[in-house]
């Protein structure tokens, strides 16, 4: 193997009078030259690398330092070590961010806009027909309930997180209770306050266990998320002493119905009031947010009055509301439950992509 050196470095000795002194000046820096090119520093000096010789002797010498194939022949196109594009590589794979897995795609855009505008219109329509006595909500309830209980099994049959399988246990404990006091409507004309009230508690006790299942699955947890999270019961009872106060029915009963109030509230806030749910998962948030504000507007308008019937079956019920706002009653106990299918149904397909 020949080697060959062609550099364009520039000896300038320095102002010496003596000759003796300026060929030691040039020895000293030809040494230093040859220093930094055994440490592979050619370019300080703008040196190039020529070898000479043939591909078997390239392939067998060990001693063939990397930089020295810097100047290659013209025919042979120039190569990166497998290592480097390794290690490229691997530093791409870690600077690109990993893909977030799309939710709303077109055909479910599709599905969740036909089944929000359809569902609307037929309970507009089922309303109008249920107020001039063509038929009994019961019917109505329990398709819509059958609808929602089918979205939590499948909910807890897809998914693949604890948490998400207890809010949908949960959700199940709700549906049941509601579609419990359909029933006991439909087999009693005029159920006693006792009976509703005890039914309604539990069935809206469900809800925030439900909902504090669903919110830690997979959703980042700040400091504020944590403290609301904890204080959640004592949040419970302090709101319970004014709402039960404020009321004018001091009865079991009564308490039973505060309970079921405070339960809703808490509710919404487990929602509403945590910006990483609104960041994360802002259709959900709004959704399951929105249903524990129309059972609230329901206990406004209907309940208050002492009817205890967040769900009515019947038009004519001994309450002190008019019909305008036993229609409006019926037909936002029907769209609270097409909120939770829709929902359920955003749950559905997130839990499918994941």
Known sequence: MSLSITTCAKFTPRNTNSSGSQCADAIAQIF?????????????????????MNSEQASTDPTLPLTGQAAQPENNATETPAFLLVQDDEQDADELPAEMPVIWTPRFIVLFAVTLALGLSLESLITQAWAIRWFTGTWVFLGHIALVSASWITLLLTSRSRWMRFGAIFGLICTLFIALNII???ILFQPSNYLLARVNVVTFLALPACYICLTIDRLPMSRWDAWLLGLTPILGIVLLVPVYILRSDRSLAGLENSISVVALVVSTLLWWTRPTCWRNAPGPTFLFGFVPILLLM???????????????????????????????????????????????MRLIKSEKIK
């Not at 440490?39 to 040196?47: G, L, Q, S, T, V």
């Not at 004519?316 to 929902?343: D, H, I, K, P």
């Open 184 to 186: 006991i409507q439909a």
């Open 32 to 52: 230093m030259i040859v220093y930094d090119v055994e440490h592979a520093r050619p370019e300080k000096y703008n040196i190039e690398w020529k070898f000479c």
């Open 298 to 344: 329901l206990d406004v308008v209907y309940v208050g009055n002492g009817s205890f019937i967040f769900f009515p079956v019947h038009v004519t019920l001994n309450a002190s509301a008019t019909l305008g706002s036993r229609e409006t009653v019926f037909f936002f106990s029907q769209a609270l439950l097409l909120c939770l299918l829709l929902g359920i």
